[in-house]
């Protein structure tokens, strides 16, 4: 059977039905391996003349998994709530013994910088952070048929990914804010992501399939505490105050906070706020920041099981972890 696609010990071991420490056994002579396993994987790399690379050969005598965790770094960096997240991932790799290795790809960059170019020597598997559409390390990862995985919805079909479940955190932010009885409502969004996107249609299914009446407002293109900042600076006065202003992002919160300070406009008692993430300085805002909180250790757990398994050759499914609404001072 010709084959004109690259193949690598992950088809074998699909195919085969076995994991790819036992195609590497094959590779490196049989041993401890069972001889109708054997001749079962010896006639798939047969039929797809699969040539093994140094990785393939050497991949039974590692004894640490190394896992890449590629991060796009973009201007608007929300450094915060990410280090939450990339704590969380780093150990549970310590606890299952997996090493990982962070590196930051810029939007201009090559895939030629990115350490996934030479994956095949250095590195098990990798989780792409800020995935961008057309972006080049999953064209590079999908095309070598490496093991890998999408923090946050996928623009790509087919790709596995874990994300928060946006759509629920705004659909049951709305719930919240209809037993308050509030009637007019802001959203400060940054841009339009797929994240963004998903919370505001949370709140709109809400709204539509509650008949609830109200106001609602959403604004994109907010992406710093400055812009908020201006944005609140500018249409915020004692004659327009919403009920509540959702901010996605806590970070960003602080510029509410600022403008509404400026203006003589108390929170609680004429303004709502919640922000997006539960950062550790959240509830150290005063007033202390309510907060749609990730589950963090959650996330890490299904980042770090899905790569594993499919560096296994197993099948995975993506995964929507649901937030919860931490109420604290401002709501």
Known sequence: MKNNKKITIYDIARISGVSPKTVSRVINGGERVKPETYQAVMKVIDELSYVPNAYAQNLTKKETINILISVKKMESFPLIWFQTLLDKVLQTCKEVGVNAIVEYFGEGDSIKDSIISSTGSLVDGVIVFYEGKDDSRIQY????????????????????????????????????????????????????????????????????????????????????IESVYDYVKEHLSTSNIPDIIFVSGDEKVQGVIRGCYEKGILIPDQLTIVGFDNIPIAKYYTPALSTIAPNYTELAKEMIEGVLAIINGEQRESVEVSASLIRRQTF
């Open 141 to 224: 990862l999908k095309k070598n048929n490496m093991p890998f995985i999408v923090f946050g919805e996928s623009h790509t079909d087919g790709v596995i990914y874990v994300s928060n479940n946006d759509f629920k955190a705004g659909y049951d932010l709305m719930e919240a804010v209809e037993e308050k009885g509030f009637k007019k409502m802001w959203l400060l969004m940054g841009g339009p992501s797929l994240v963004n996107k998903n919370r505001e249609n949370g709140v709109r299914e809400f709204v539509k399939e509650k008949r609830y009446d109200i106001d609602l407002e959403v604004i994109y293109g907010l992406f710093t």
